[in-house]
């Protein structure tokens, strides 16, 4: 069996399924810990304009919103994104027309379930994000993700901090969102040095002094709060992490 | 800046509204301003009690000409006062804001001085939030009962939502409860507000919207006599007449000693039922009067949905590939979301029972009521679903640990507006 390992951009995924469609049975994997059978084969792709755009056009074809889609469930932070996103473009090209709201084919659901996890993470951190000031003022953001969402949040904070300066910065896959107070982008970034205005750790404690006060003590229902707000995303917000 | 102490104490008066929605509104942000509404709402964090933080509740002040026996903040009880100015609030919500700790501004107050000067205050309070420091966030401002209707309107014109509190669900019981709150002086200003709403709507009003989020209420459940039924006809008249957004229940929990409020509480259970038919009415297309007659309470063993079924057993099962939209959502266990992917999905092909649990539709209850392609799962007498469905809502019990026991909760009870 082939194992197709692309570098984990959608060009090379695209590039991949052209290669990967006349196989019977394969694998598209940007995982390069991939587990091998012994008769597995591994197939090293880089991106192909040739072969990304002819796939593009034949899923298009089919769907207009397909190539968005799978652009969007590639974000997932899933290890089976790929094959995930294979799948459903097989059945997309087998039946020819859009299949997104087919809800009871198994490649659909696994699917959309897959995009489900990455817009909910999303609207999840548009509320989790924690900005911090600096001294030059500047808002900084840093924060881990489970799924490469960073482009999709700028727009979001853009808008609503139109004349603010700040910075989202993705730790685990050392990328930045920079927005100048006209326009974002998006960039890698390593580690940052920032400097703290100095009101930051007043407004902090405000905050804490708020979350602890709003809260019903005699009605404690922990169970309920973490799975609203999953303790992996405690780390940075100030009225969780204790800092 | 505003200290530690004085933020504790204003909302301590604040956290026991219960309404935290800040969806509805989609505000757009000016040129140099902050912030804009997101129709869908946002929280932002969640306490350890399970409630989402989304607005920043506070309380103007908390020093009040009422003396009502119910309240925590009446004239007559000891506690500390403080009392904030608008550019406390406004520094604080801009701060908070910046740092994406919210999403917004929950302002209320108790009444000093008079009313009017009170509700000029939370105006003045907003006024400054959107012209000085061009906040283009959600602003829930409550109602001050009394206040001139002048300063009212010009207040809807800046925020998100209002919301003027019921209390109680009654004239009767507002008079003996809350005597200085009457009938018309909560529903005056909603008429008022309402016919502004739709005004804007009728003349296609795009820009400067009265309260784009609408209104909603609250009212205390338990402290006086009256029926679930009664409750519902309230609520779906509210509806109705008044256009509200959303009516809230918080259950009666004894704290203050009155010969004039029961001496126990209403139990949580009873306001989590009243919450699932007020959803019923508003999202699955029930009438009050298919979920509980006008004198009669909910059942507490059955959610409203199930206990409708089994009084019309006579309509079930439903085939899950041709029944209407309309019926599926009458089906037990079954809601929005879940009707939603049946109907889109049978579009394409017949579904079987292996196709629902795939698609994670829950069918511990919904089985004694469907049949697919035909065929029935569900136990056949009507005993033995009974029976069923009482151990399904087993589940339901687990959801409600979030509230302890009623007699250790604190106060429910909403005295500040």
Redesign the interface.
Known sequence: MKIFVTDGTAAAFFSAVFDAYREKECIITSDSRVQLAFDSEIVRITSNREKNERVQNAASKCDRHAVDDVILTLRSGDPSKEQTAFEYLKKLLEIKSPIS????L?QV?EFNETARKVTGEV?ML????????SREGV?Y?PYSPDNDITDLLMPH?A??????RFVIHDVKRKLAGMYDGHEWLTGYAGEAEVYLSE?EQ??K???K???N?????????????KG??PVRYWKF?P?KNGN | MIDEDKLEILVEGAKYDVSCSSSGSRRANVKGGIGNGSGSGICHSFTPDGRCISLLKLLMSNECIYDCEYCPNRRSADVRRARLTPDEVCELVINFYKRNYIEGLFLSSAVFDSPDKTMELLYETVLKLRKVYSFNGYIHLKGIPHADSAIVMKAARLADRMSYNIELPSEQSLKLLAPQKTKQSLLLPMKGLNEAIEYDKQNKVRHGKVLPAGQTTQMIIGASPESDGQILRLTEALYNNMKLKRVYYSSYVPVVQSNKLPTVGAGLLREHRLYQADWLIRFYGFNVSEICEEGENLSPEYDPKCAWALRHMQLFPVEINTAPLEMLLRVPGIGAKSAYRITEARRFCALDFDNLAKMRIVLKRAKHFITCKGKFYGSDSYSQIKCALLLASGGANEQLSMFSETSTAVSALTGEL
């Not at chain 1, 709201?101 to 009871?104: A, C, H, T, V």
């Not at chain 1, 006060?213 to 709060?225: A, C, D, F, L, Y």
């Open positions: 709201k087919m809800l009871s198994p659901i609207h548009k509320g989790l994000l924690r900005f911090m000031e808002l953001a904070f808008e609503r901090f139109k004349s603010e009101y007043a407004f404690n405000l905050w002094k708020y979350y006060s709003v809260n019903i003590k005699e009605r404690p229902h922990i169970k309920q709060m609203y707000m917000l009225e």
